[in-house]
C-alpha cells in the first residue's frame, strides 16, 4: 500500500513540473530588450549608410546569398547551393546560385528575380551605392554603371524562381564571389516595394518588407525600434513557429527622457532592464572591463578631404593633414576599444584566403604616431596657402564622440596655420553635404562588410565610384569619388584587378593599390571600429557574424515569461502599444 501511494505521488509530482514546462498557448517566446547600437536614420541595404553601427540592424532583417561565420568561412544562407560551369552555347563562364525557399515578411515568396532586381539597381546609373564595384566582374556591369548600356544587358538572370544565374566578363574564382556576395548590401529588395517611394521605403515599419529572421514591427524616431521574428521565415506548412528564430521581440528603446544613448543604456542595463549593451560611453567600456567581448567590424572612421578645393589640391598638402594627426590619440578620444587606422584596408579583410588577413601582410601604411615636423616638411614642398576650411561631422542626441575627435582635429590642423571651423550635420544634412560634395572636409563611416580588399579601394578610381553617373551626352559618363580624386595610374591599377582571381596575384596587385592611394591621401583613414558589446548572465545563445553584427536566432532568455508580464504592464501604466 505504501508503495502505492509513493508511486502516486511521484506521479503527482512529475505531472506538476510537466505542467510547469508547458508552453502557454498565449506564449509567443521572448520579448527581449537590448541596445543594438545607435538609430538607424534608413535601413535601405543598397545605399550609402552614415554609421557603422547601421550594419548591426540590417544583419537581422535582411539575407543575402551567403554569410561569412565567425571563423571566416563562407556558408549558405539564402543561397543553399553554389556552382560554377562553362556554358555548352555561348562558351560563357558562370555561377549559379540554388536558393532555398523562403519569404518575405509579408508572406510573399522570395525569388530569384528579388536578387536581379537589387544587383540591378546598384548598377543603375541613377543610383548612389557602395557596393557598384564588387559587382563590376559580373559581365557589361561596368558598362551599365557607366550609362552606356541598359541594365537588361547586365549578366544576371532569374533562369528560375529559385535559380539565379550570373554571367562574368571571364573565368572568375567561386569561393571569391561567393565570399562578396555575403556583403548585406548585396540582399535581395521586392521592386513592387522599393519603386512605390524609392527615398522613404525602409524608414517606416508599414513600408518595408524584408526576408531576414527578424521584420520590423514599429518604429518610432528617435525612440524605439521594435524588431519581431519573421512568421514567414524560412517556415514551411505546419513547421513550429519558433522552429528557425527563437525570440519573439527584440525590443531596442533610444531615448530616457533625461539621458539618451550610452548613458541611458548603460542604465538600464546595470539595473537589469536591458539584457545586451552594444554601445558605450567612454566611461562605461572603461568600467565594464573585462566583461566586454570585442569582434572586428570591418569599417573605418575617415576625414574625406574635397580635392577640388584648393586648399586640398595637393597630394602633399593632404599628407601632411593625415600625418599631424596622432591616431592612437584619436582612439583615446573615441573609447570603445576601437584601433587606430593604419592604412585604408581594415582589419580583418582577407588577404589571399580567410586564413592570412590584408593589414597583417601590408602592415603600417599610415602610422598610427603623429609626425608634425614631416607635415610641416610637407606642406612647405607643397607651397600650400594657409587658408580657411570647415571640418563637417554627424551630430545627434546619442552621437558626440565625432564632435570631440573634430575639435582635437582642429586643434592640430590650427597649430600648422590652418583657420578651422566647425560645423554639426545631422544625418540627411550630412548625406547631402556629401552627395552634393559640398565640403572641405567631411568625416563619416565607411562600411565595408566585405572581406575583398577590392571593395574598399576601388571606389576611389573612376567609375568605380558607386555615385550618380550622369546621362547626358555632353557630360563625362562617370562621376568621381566624393572626395573627386583623379588619378590615371590608380584608375589603371583598379582596372587591372577587377577581373584576376589568381589569389596570390589579386592580393599583391591590391597591396599596390593601398600604397598608391596612400600617396594621393584623398582621405584620411582615423579609426577601425569594432563591435564591442556585453551581455547579461541571463541571456545564452548568442552568435557573432564575421562582420560583427549579431546572429540572435537562437538566443534565451532566463526568465522571459516574468519579464515578458512586467514589459506588458509596463506598456498598460503607459498606456503605450506596439
Not at 548590401?185 to 524584408?210: M, Q
Not at 570647415?390 to 583657420?419: F, Q, R
Request: negative net charge.
Amino acid at each position: 500500500m505504501k508503495r502505492v501511494i509513493a508511486l502516486m505521488l511521484v506521479l503527482i509530482m512529475s505531472l506538476g513540473v510537466f505542467a510547469s514546462c508547458a508552453r502557454d498557448e498565449n506564449d509567443k517566446g521572448a520579448m527581449i530588450k537590448m541596445y543594438l547600437g545607435s538609430f538607424p536614420e534608413s535601413l535601405d541595404p543598397t545605399i550609402m549608410q552614415m554609421d557603422s553601427e547601421i550594419t548591426k540592424f540590417l544583419g537581422l532583417i535582411f539575407e543575402p546569398l551567403t554569410r561569412i561565420d565567425e571563423n571566416g568561412k563562407v556558408q549558405p544562407a539564402l543561397a543553399k547551393n553554389w556552382y560554377s560551369k562553362v556554358d555548352a552555347i555561348d562558351g560563357e563562364y558562370k555561377i549559379v546560385f540554388e536558393l532555398v525557399e523562403t519569404r518575405w515578411s509579408d508572406g510573399i515568396g522570395v525569388r530569384a528575380e528579388d536578387v536581379v532586381y537589387a544587383w540591378r539597381r546598384i548598377l543603375e546609373p541613377e543610383t548612389e551605392s557602395p557596393y557598384a564595384s564588387l559587382l563590376f566582374p559580373i559581365k557589361n556591369a561596368k558598362e551599365v554603371k557607366s550609362g552606356v548600356m541598359t541594365t537588361d544587358k547586365i549578366g544576371i538572370e532569374a533562369s528560375g524562381d529559385y535559380e539565379l544565374q550570373v554571367t562574368f566578363n571571364e573565368e572568375y574564382d567561386l569561393n571569391l564571389f561567393a565570399e562578396t556576395v555575403a556583403c548585406i548590401g548585396l540582399s535581395p529588395l521586392r521592386e513592387n516595394i522599393v519603386s512605390k517611394d524609392v527615398k522613404n521605403w525602409a524608414s517606416k515599419s508599414t513600408t518595408i518588407v524584408t526576408n531576414g529572421p527578424f521584420r520590423l514591427s514599429s518604429i518610432e524616431n528617435g525612440k524605439s525600434i521594435v524588431l519581431e521574428r519573421s512568421s514567414y521565415y524560412r517556415i514551411i506548412k505546419d513547421e513550429a513557429f519558433d522552429k528557425y528564430v527563437k525570440p519573439y521581440r527584440i525590443i531596442v528603446e533610444f531615448d530616457g527622457n533625461d539621458k539618451v544613448g550610452a548613458e541611458f543604456q548603460e542604465e538600464q542595463f546595470d539595473a537589469g532592464n536591458t539584457f545586451y549593451l552594444g554601445n558605450f560611453t567612454k566611461e562605461g567600456y572603461e568600467k565594464y572591463g573585462k566583461d566586454v567581448k570585442t569582434t572586428k567590424q570591418l569599417s573605418s572612421y575617415n576625414y574625406y578631404f574635397n580635392t577640388t578645393n584648393s586648399l586640398f589640391s595637393d597630394a602633399k598638402t593632404r599628407q601632411a593633414l593625415s600625418a599631424a594627426l596622432d591616431r592612437n590619440e584619436i582612439a583615446k578620444i573615441v573609447g570603445r576599444g576601437v584601433v587606430p587606422a593604419t592604412g585604408f584596408v581594415p582589419h580583418g579583410v582577407f588577404d589571399t584566403t580567410y586564413k592570412t588577413e590584408f593589414r597583417a601582410v601590408a602592415g603600417n601604411t599610415i602610422a598610427p604616431e603623429a609626425n608634425i615636423s614631416e607635415a610641416n616638411r610637407l606642406l612647405s614642398e607643397a607651397g600650400a596657402s594657409k587658408g580657411s576650411f570647415t571640418i563637417s561631422y554627424y551630430a545627434s542626441k546619442t552621437n558626440t564622440v565625432e564632435k570631440a575627435v573634430a575639435e582635437y582635429a582642429k586643434s592640430v590642423w590650427e597649430g600648422l596655420g590652418y583657420t578651422v571651423n566647425l560645423e554639426e550635420l545631422r544625418y540627411n544634412q550630412l548625406r547631402t553635404k556629401l552627395y552634393e560634395r559640398d565640403f572641405d572636409v567631411l568625416g563619416l563611416d565607411i562600411i565595408g562588410n566585405m572581406t575583398d580588399a577590392f571593395g574598399y579601394l576601388a571606389p576611389y578610381a573612376r567609375y568605380y565610384s558607386g555615385s550618380v553617373v550622369s546621362i547626358d551626352l555632353e557630360a563625362a559618363a562617370y562621376t568621381p569619388h566624393y572626395t573627386g580624386i583623379e588619378s590615371q595610374e590608380y584608375d589603371d591599377l583598379i582596372d587591372s584587378i577587377v577581373n584576376v582571381t589568381d589569389l596570390g596575384e589579386r592580393a599583391g596587385l591590391l597591396h599596390n593599390a593601398e600604397k598608391k592611394l596612400v600617396e594621393l591621401m584623398p582621405s584620411a583613414p582615423l579609426y577601425f571600429n569594432v563591435d564591442s558589446y556585453i551581455i547579461s548572465k541571463s541571456l545564452s545563445g548568442l552568435k557573432t557574424s564575421y562582420f560583427g553584427f549579431k546572429d540572435l536566432t537562437k538566443l534565451n532568455l532566463k526568465g522571459y515569461l516574468e519579464i515578458n508580464a512586467a514589459i506588458e504592464d509596463a506598456k498598460k501604466s503607459t498606456g503605450t502599444s506596439e
